[in-house]
C-alpha cells in the first residue's frame, strides 16, 4: 500500500528505505519488520515515498470492507496491466465498474506481444460467435457478449478481450498452481487429510480480499477445485517421485521454483 498523503503521525518502522518487490528477499525483510516493530509498520522507499505493511486482520478488514475508496491500486499492477489490459483485477475508478482499453503504444515487451497474438485469437473466436446462426451455445463467452450493465450497454470488443484475457489468466492459472500444491501435499503428507473431523481454524483468512474488491471469481474457483478433488481423489492417490523440495517462485501466482514430480496410483480400497 502506497501513502498518497503527507501525513504527521506515521507507525514505527526501519531507518533504512526498503525495496519491496515479489521476491524472497522481501519476504524475509517484512517477516523480520513485522517482528521488531508489530502488525503496522511504515517503511520509506528508495523514491522517498512511504509504504506501509499492514498484517492486523481488523485494519485489513477495514480498509477492504469500509476505506476501500480511498485508497488505488499499487505501482506493481502497471506490469500486470501490460498483459491483461484494462481489465477488472487492475483497473480503478471508472473503468474498473466497466473496464475500458485505452490504446497503449508503450506496451512494447515480450509478453506483451504473446497477449497480443491472444487477443487476436480471442477476437476471431468472438466474431465467429456472432456469425454463427446457433444461440445453443452457454458458456463463459456466451454470457461475456451477452452481459450488459445497468445502463443496458455491453461490453466493447476491447472491453471483452480484456475480460477474457482476465479469465484465462487469472481464472484458470490460480487454480491449477493451488491444485498443484494440494496433491504435492496430499502425496507428502496423507495420514493428515484422513476422513477425521479436523478442529476449526480460528485464524482470520481472506485469501481472495473482501469488499468490493473480493475476487469476483472465489465461488468459481473453490466450485472447480472442490469438483475436481472430489472426483479424483477417490480413484487415485499420489506418491512423490523424490523428496526434493521444489522451493517457492514468489509471483503475481504462487508457483513452484521447480516442477513437481508424483506418480499416480489407482485406489484400491
Not at 93 to 112: E, I, K, M, P
Not at 252 to 259: E, G, H, I, Q
Amino acid at each position: 500500500m502506497i501513502d498518497t498523503r503527507s501525513s504527521v503521525r506515521r507507525p514505527p518502522g526501519p531507518s533504512d528505505q526498503v525495496h519491496p518487490g515479489i521476491d524472497p528477499e522481501t519476504l524475509l525483510t517484512l517477516s523480520q519488520t513485522r517482528e521488531e516493530f508489530g502488525d503496522i509498520v511504515s517503511m520509506r522507499r528508495h523514491n522517498g515515498r512511504f509504504a506501509y505493511f499492514i498484517n492486523d486482520p481488523t485494519e485489513v478488514r477495514e480498509i477492504l470492507t469500509r476505506r476501500h475508496s480511498r485508497y488505488v491500486k499499487g505501482p506493481g499492477f502497471e506490469r500486470v496491466k501490460m498483459l491483461l489490459g484494462n481489465g477488472i483485477i487492475v483497473s480503478d475508478g471508472d473503468a474498473w465498474r466497466l473496464a475500458f482499453l485505452a490504446s497503449d503504444s508503450t506496451r512494447d515487451l515480450g509478453v506483451v506481444m504473446k497477449s497480443r497474438n491472444l487477443r487476436r485469437l480471442l477476437l476471431e473466436i468472438i466474431e465467429a460467435r456472432r456469425d454463427a446462426s446457433s444461440a445453443e451455445t452457454y458458456d463463459f463467452l456466451s454470457m461475456y457478449m451477452h452481459a450488459t450493465d445497468k445502463r443496458g450497454v455491453a461490453f466493447s470488443d476491447d472491453e471483452l478481450l480484456d475480460e477474457l484475457i482476465t479469465l484465462i489468466v487469472a481464472g484458470f492459472e490460480t487454480s491449477a498452481h493451488t491444485l498443484n500444491w494440494v496433491w504435492y501435499l496430499l502425496a507428502g503428507h496423507p495420514d493428515r487429510f484422513a476422513e477425521v473431523r479436523l478442529p476449526k481454524n480460528e485464524r482470520p483468512y481472506f485469501p481472495l480480499s473482501l469488499g468490493p474488491r473480493r475476487c469476483l471469481g472465489e465461488y468459481f474457483s473453490f466450485l472447480e477445485m472442490k469438483v475436481h478433488i472430489g472426483l479424483l481423489l477417490p480413484r487415485f492417490r499420489m506418491m512423490r517421485v523424490d523428496d526434493a523440495d521444489p522451493g517457492l517462485e514468489l509471483g503475481v501466482n504462487l508457483r513452484s521454483a521447480s516442477d513437481i514430480w508424483l506418480r499416480p496410483a489407482i485406489r484400491t480400497a
